[in-house]
């Protein structure tokens, strides 16, 4: 599990530094694998990875899962670790990992398959555990940026999506489980990928990046998947007046709206800057205005 250093920095299981940083959050600073010129695949066998049978992982997790189903009427999500692409930057470090897809694909290969397996690993015995007291399964991996993707399709086609694949095949074959798929940014270039993998729906929808119209994603891809999430968090949920945010939540309805396979939500967390009456005014109108 995870060990403190100090009060502001701690150790992961993977072996990853995480620090606090001047906005309350933690940041991932050092790994295993940071600062080497080129590891090898030798590298890779020789390190200690997380074993996914420890129990410790899975305690009083069924629990919690029965007593939400005899709580609520609410779809339940069980939320997974992230995917081999961000678990493959904590150990590796950002910008040496996407050189490696580019000048050590074979170490990045087989990174991917580590992180692949253990989370499979976890991801069957979670589910084990849970049973049918949980709708939906959440993991993300972030593709995308502002502006573009991080690493072009093809390498994405190559090097990740066969493990995604795998993950995804691996938590549909324990149940019925509807698979929601996190990446940010603009991820337009990969929403073909991901229906064909088997993702039902994708957040969050971030709507001010590049290529994410909610009309342009609806009308190409709304028939094969759902999205979740699209209220502007980057401009209209921190900086507008809650009447703002009302006509941006009545727009993204009538986009992605319309013959249903939309979860209304924020894009991303909430953070400290947006004011609380613009987070009523999203929850309220969203209501009000589907009810209309």
């Known amino acids: 599990g995870k060990r403190a250093i100090d009060a502001d920095n701690f150790l992961d299981e993977w072996g990853t530094t995480w620090s606090k940083t001047g906005g309350g ?3 991932f600073v050092d790994g295993p694998f940071y600062g080497k010129k080129r590891p090898t695949v030798a590298d890779l066998e020789g390190h200690d990875w997380p074993d996914p049978s420890n129990p410790g992982y899975y305690r009083s997790l069924g629990e919690r899962a029965r007593e939400l189903r005899r709580e609520t009427d609410a779809a339940i999500i069980l939320n997974l670790p992230s995917g081999v692409v961000l678990q493959g930057l904590f150990v590796r470090g950002f910008g040496d990992w996407h050189k490696d897809l580019h000048r050590n694909r074979d170490f990045v290969g087989r990174l991917s398959e580590i992180i692949a397996d253990i989370w499979i690993g976890l991801a069957r015995r979670a ?4 049973g049918d007291n949980v709708d939906l399964v959440f ?4 593709l995308a940026g ?3 993707p991080l690493f072009s399709p093809e390498i994405y086609e190559e090097l990740i999506k ?3 694949e795998r993950m995804i095949g691996a938590v549909k ?3 019925d489980y509807k698979l929601l798929f996190h990446t940010c940014g603009a991820a337009y270039r990969f929403v073909d990928h991901l229906i064909d993998i088997g993702v039902d729906a994708l957040n969050p929808v971030q709507v001010s990046a590049r290529d994410m119209e909610p009309g342009r994603l609806k009308e190409e891809f709304g028939d094969r998947i759902a999205f979740w999430g699209g209220i502007n968090t980057q401009d209209v ?3 507008g007046t809650p009447e703002e945010v009302r006509t941006e939540v009545r727009r993204m309805i009538d986009c992605l709206g319309p013959g249903g396979g939309y979860v209304l939500n924020s894009v991303h967390n909430i953070q400290k800057e947006v004011p609380p009456e613009n987070i009523a005014a ?3 109108e969203a209501r009000t205005y589907r009810a209309r």
């Open 282 to 284: 999203m929850f309220d």
């Open 237 to 239: 949920l921190p900086f």
């Open 25 to 27: 959050h933690y940041l």
């Open 127 to 130: 589910l084990d555990v849970v």
């Open 173 to 175: 074959e324990r149940g």
């Open 162 to 164: 066969p493990h995604h």
């Open 139 to 142: 993991f993300g991996d972030d």
């Open 146 to 148: 502002q502006e573009g």
